[in-house]
Every structure is written in C-alpha cells, then in structure tokens.
C-alpha cells in the first residue's frame, strides 16, 4: 500500500461517506466516489455539494470523479473505503465481476451483514477472499455532522497488520481529525455493532422520559455488557475504556446527531417499529444488529440484559414501558 500513489476510492453515498471523502480529500488530490444514481452524481457536479446529506460541506468537484457503476470504480480503485449500510453490502458487492482481492478494504460500516451474521471483514473474506491482513476497520467516536463542521474528532484505526493501520490512519487524519491505531478488528467491529443497539435502548428510555441518572446507570453498564460480549468472542486484552469502545458507545448514546437514539426515542414515545422506520431519512443500523447480536449470542451465553431488551421490543413486540421497567431491577 501506498497512500501517495494509490487510488483511494468511497463507495456510499450517505452521511458517513460524505465525512470520509471529506476526510481523505484532506490528505489525497482526487478520490473516486461511488453513488448509485446519476442524478445524484449530476446534481453534486452542480451544487458542488452531496445533495442529500451535510450539505454544509462543500467539495472541489474537480477533485472528485464520480461512478455509478460498481464494477468501474473498482477497476479505476487501489483502496476502496466502505460506508454503506451494512444490509446493501451483499446488493452492491454481489453483483460484482471485478476481482477485488487485490485490493485493500478499509470499512467505515457499523453493522452486521444480514442473514449469515457476518462482520463486513468476514464477509469480505468468505466470498471475495480478502485476506483479513488487507482490511481495516474504523471505529469512533465520531459522528459526520461535527467532521463537516471541522470539530475536533477522535478516530481509530484497526488492522492485524499494524503497518497498514498506521498507512489506513494516515488517509483520514488531519487538523481537526485526531487518529489511532488498534490490532482488535474483532472487538472495534462488534463494540461499534453494539454501541447502536444500545444508543436504540438509551433513546426508547428517554422517549419513555427516564431521567438523566438512570441514563448513566444504563451507559455505565453497557460497557459491561460489551465487554463481556467482545471478551467472549475474541478473548485477548483490551482495555474497554478505550475511546474506540467507551467513547464510541458515548457519542453515539448522548449526541443529538444519533440516528439510533433517535429511532429508539421514536420507539419510546409510542411510534411502531414499521412508521419509525418509515419516518427516518437515514437507516438506523442498530434496528438489524439488534436481531443479529441476539442470534449470534445464542453460542456465546454473554450477560446483555439491555441487548436483550432492545431484541424484545424490536422483533417480538414487547411493550417498551414494560420491558424498561424489568431492565431497571437489573441495572447496578
């Protein structure tokens, strides 16, 4: 890899995508940037904005080739940085004919690709035979409203190769982006999995208007329940109060800008799961991991009585005042 040479290309659209290309046009000259539709491609050209999503953000669109063909982008790309939701992964990788095995993955996705309960770098490697060494994984905190507003952010970076870590690092730093390096692909990925199951749990409270103490209660022990869950899994030493676990699951917990508290205030305050969703302009992702997480937690037995919580209301149509208050007697 080489970051002065190689072709850096972000596949999404959304919010997130718009922070990474914000991010790496900071340290790169041109980008490659995938969007599904033309019209969205012609109106950024236009606009020299994303149309849809921080329109605050302005970008040199002479700087930007843009494509809306999958299979182009990765012939024309050395690095392809993911940020698209975890459930289109398989709808926009699978339709590929381009070998991108060669090719170094660097994945901004907080969630769990659906049905088989993969992590993205999992999945990349059981069906497109990326080598694990060839990825890396972004972690918070941080959210893309305050990169497009330039505030100071806090991201790190993990790879099993600590060289490729540091050169994935080095793409996304700058002034205001604070950056580190981490080996636990596995911890990061499932830490930034749960954190939105459980920023879901922390807004279904506050819909439900639980105080401020009881939402410190509930974040000092969902650290707890991630630890436990992560250490199950991938058991190596990590220390949990790290910023890419506990300032992670913060952030995402407490900021205005979360779509996952948000969705669960929804939730809380009376709305069903089916109009919440239809009420978002953005995907919650913490709505599908919460269904994966629980399956997969079947095999490692780990203690996540909020988890739980969150699977209940969303998929089995619990009562969310009901199910909050049994949570409240096992908090400590």
């Known amino acids: ?171 996304i730093r700058s ?18 999995v749960i954190k939105n199951i459980i920023a879901i749990g922390a807004g279904i409270a506050h819909g439900l208007r639980y105080g401020d103490n009881f939402q410190a209660a509930m974040v000092a022990n969902s650290i707890q329940e991630i630890k436990r869950f992560v250490d199950a899994v991938h058991p190596i030493s990590r220390d949990i109060k790290d910023s890419a676990y506990l300032g992670d699951l913060m952030v995402t917990v407490y900021s205005q800008f979360s779509r996952n508290r948000t969705f669960g205030t929804m939730i809380g305050k009376g709305y069903s799961v089916k109009n919440a969703i239809l009420d978002m302009n953005m995907i919650a992702e913490g709505y599908y991991a919460s269904r994966s997480i629980y399956e997969i937690n079947r095999k490692y037995r780990a203690h996540m009585p909020i988890s739980d919580m969150v699977f209940k209301i969303l998929y089995e149509n619990a009562s969310p005042k009901r199910e909050m208050e049994k949570l409240t007697h096992q908090l400590s």
């Open 1 to 171: 890899m080489n970051i002065k040479r190689d072709k850096v290309a972000v596949i999404g659209s959304g919010s997130w995508a718009t922070a990474i290309a914000k991010m790496l046009l900071e340290n790169v000259k041109e980008i490659n940037w995938f969007f599904r539709k033309e019209e969205t491609i012609k109106q950024f050209k236009k606009q020299g904005n994303n149309p849809r999503y921080l329109q605050s953000a302005a970008f040199e669109t002479d700087r930007i080739h843009f494509f809306s063909n999958i299979n182009e982008i990765i012939k024309a790309s050395d690095i392809l940085v993911l940020a698209i939701p975890s459930a289109f992964l398989p709808q926009i990788f699978g339709g590929t004919s381009v070998d991108i095995s060669k090719k170094y993955i660097l994945s901004g996705i907080k969630g769990i690709v659906s049905r088989e309960n993969y992590l993205v770098v999992e999945y990349l490697n059981k069906y497109f035979n990326v080598t694990l060494e060839k990825m890396g994984v972004i972690a918070g905190p941080c959210h893309a409203e305050e990169v497009a507003l330039e505030k100071l952010s806090y991201l790190t970076v993990a790879s099993l190769d600590e060289e490729k870590a540091s050169n994935f690092a080095q793409l």
């Open 175 to 192: 002034e205001y982006i604070f950056t580190s390096v981490s080996d636990d692909i596995w911890g990061t990925e499932y830490a930034s």
